[in-house]
C-alpha cells in the first residue's frame, strides 16, 4: 500500500521559497507514495506540479460572514487543495480550538469535499501521569459516529520539534488504541520529529499509512529522502 508522506511547512516559507522547494522536490523521485504539502494559506494556490497534492493548515468553523481573519472552507477548495490539517496542537494552544471546533471543521470539510487529516496527540505532563490513552479517547469522541474512513495525524506534542521520538512500542500502543474505536479502515500517520534518519523504521516497521513531518520538509531533498525511505 502507497503510504501518505505529508510536509507542514507552518508559518515559514515565501513565494520564491516554495517555487525552490517544488524544483527541488520534483527532480527526487517521490516513489509511489501520495505526496502532500500543507502550505500557508497565502500560498495555497501553488501548484506540485502534479507530483505533490496541497494542502491547508487549518480552516474556520464559519461558513462565511464576519468573521475577519478567518478562511473558510470553500476559499481553501477554490484553490483546489486536497487536504487540510485541523486540530494541531499548534492551533489547538495558541488558538484554543477545543475538540467540538475541530469536528464541526471536519463536517465542513467532507461536505466541500476536501480531506481532512484530523491532529490528535498527548502532551509530556498527560504521558507522564499515565492518561495517554484517556485523553486520546477524549480527542476520539466526536468521531466515534463516523462510518466512512478517517484520517488521523498521531502527533504527541512533546516530540514536535524537539527531536524525541517515543518507542516503536509506544507509537504502536496509541495507533491499536486509535483503531479499537473504529470497524472502518482508519488511516494514521505519525508525527513528531521524522527525520530522514528515522523514517525508514517508522514507516516500514510499525502499523501507520504514513507521516507528518514539520522541520525536516523544509528541506526537499530531505523531505524527499523521508518519501522514498518506503
Ligand atoms: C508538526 O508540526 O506537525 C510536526 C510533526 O513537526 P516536527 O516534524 O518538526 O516535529
Known amino acids: 500500500m502507497p503510504k501518505l508522506i505529508a510536509a507542514n511547512f507552518k508559518m515559514n516559507g515565501s513565494f520564491s521559497f516554495i517555487e525552490e522547494w517544488f524544483n527541488a522536490f520534483n527532480k527526487e523521485d517521490a516513489s509511489s507514495n501520495e505526496v502532500i504539502v500543507a502550505l500557508p494559506a497565502p500560498y495555497l494556490g501553488m501548484s506540485g506540479n ?3 497534492k496541497i494542502s491547508a493548515q487549518n480552516v474556520s468553523t464559519k461558513e462565511s460572514g464576519a468573521y475577519t481573519s478567518q478562511i473558510s472552507v ?3 477548495a477554490d484553490n483546489n487543495v486536497s487536504y487540510c490539517i485541523i486540530g494541531h496542537s499548534e492551533a489547538r494552544e495558541y488558538l484554543n480550538e477545543s475538540n467540538e471546533d475541530i469536528k464541526a471543521k471536519y463536517d465542513l470539510l467532507i461536505e466541500n469535499k476536501v480531506k481532512p ?3 490528535i496527540g498527548e502532551s509530556l505532563e498527560t504521558r507522564e501521569s499515565n492518561e495517554t490513552f484517556d485523553f486520546i479517547t477524549k480527542q476520539l469522541e466526536h468521531f466515534k459516529n463516523i462510518e ?3 484520517t488521523f495525524a498521531y502527533e504527541p506534542i512533546w516530540a514536535i520539534g524537539t527531536g524525541l521520538v517515543p518507542s516503536d512500542d509506544d507509537i504502536e500502543q496509541v495507533v491499536k488504541h486509535i483503531r479499537s474505536h473504529f470497524s472502518q479502515t482508519v488511516k494514521i500517520l505519525y508525527g513528531g520529529s ?5 523514517a525508514s523504521n517508522l514507516l516500514n516497521n510499525l502499523d501507520i499509512d504514513g507521516v507528518l513531518v514539520g ?3 523544509l528541506n526537499p531533498q530531505e523531505f524527499a529522502k523521508i518519501a522514498q525511505s518506503c
Open 50 to 52: 502534479g507530483n505533490v
Open 74 to 76: 470553500s476559499m481553501i
Open 117 to 119: 487529516i484530523v491532529c
Open 148 to 150: 466512512d474512513e478517517i
Open 194 to 198: 521524522v527525520k530522514g534518519e528515522n
Open 215 to 217: 522541520g525536516a520538509s
